[in-house]
């Protein structure tokens, strides 16, 4: 179990690389052939990055956070892949809209959520609680999948107020926007939109490369899970 230090600094290796990403998609095109359709992330995005530079400007100075949800302004849980194929040791994938990353470097895996750490308050250990968890390279996957289609479907936002001064920075998360507003029928903000186990099935399709067939019950309408087994315990799989 890695520390808070230990989640911050690896939570700001991640805000950096995310943040690296979309700056550089903003100079790119969407077709190059057609200039028209603007660049792949339009500029203004950035703007929505907030929660990643409270992390990174924790690089400069001692930074105390007093959040909602969690102890600091993010998701993020992590696994060990213990079993990858030695010509496979690096593994990355990200959902723009979502603001996730997930990265695997040898035996650790990490996914990032740039969500002010709404995942951790629906889920804090993460899809089917295996935070932590060693997996194979295919669980590791799939597991990224859930939680990149999961920040897809944040529908909220936070309000902060950060003091900084010549030796410190503090950031404390307000309150709660809803872009819906209440759930119908109770007093209960609207955080994530509905989950849909079909739109699911395609997201795990796209960042598995895996036929969607193979992974959707079209007679239950549910997804397959290479991740826990009927009783719900983790399934282990042989190496890759």
């Known amino acids: 179990m890695a520390s808070d230090e230990e989640k911050l600094t690896l939570a700001r290796w991640l805000s950096k690389i995310l943040i690296g990403l979309l700056v550089k998609e903003t100079g790119l095109l969407f077709d190059r052939s057609r200039p028209s359709h603007g660049?792949?992330?339009?500029?203004?995005?950035?703007?929505?990055l907030r929660?990643?530079?409270?992390?990174?400007?924790?690089?400069?100075?001692?930074t105390s956070f007093r959040c909602l949800h969690s102890v600091f302004p993010f998701s993020m849980y992590s696994y060990r892949v213990p079993n990858h194929r030695l010509d496979r040791p690096f593994d990355f994938s990200t959902n723009v809209g979502g603001q996730s990353v997930s990265i695997r470097i040898g035996q650790l895996g990490a996914v990032f959520i740039n969500d002010g750490g709404f995942q951790m308050e629906v889920g804090p250990e993460g899809p089917f609680g295996l935070l932590d968890s060693e997996l194979s390279e295919t669980q590791f996957k799939e597991i990224s999948a859930r939680v990149h289609y999961k920040a897809s479907l944040r529908d909220a936002t936070h309000f902060y107020l950060t003091v900084e001064d010549d030796e410190s920075i503090q950031v404390e998360q307000l309150h709660v926007k809803s872009f819906s507003g209440y759930l119908p029928g109770t007093g209960e903000l609207r955080i994530f939109d509905e989950w849909d186990e079909t739109a699911l099935s395609y997201a795990m399709s796209a960042y598995m490369g895996i036929e969607r067939s193979m992974i959707f019950d079209?007679?239950?309408?549910?997804?397959?899970?290479?991740?826990i087994d009927q009783e719900g315990k983790l399934m282990v799989w042989p190496k890759e």
């Open 39 to 48: 660049m792949i992330v339009d500029p203004g995005f950035i703007d929505e």
């Open 51 to 62: 929660h990643c530079h409270f992390v990174l400007q924790s690089g400069r100075k001692a």
């Open 218 to 227: 079209e007679e239950s309408r549910v997804c397959r899970t290479s991740l």
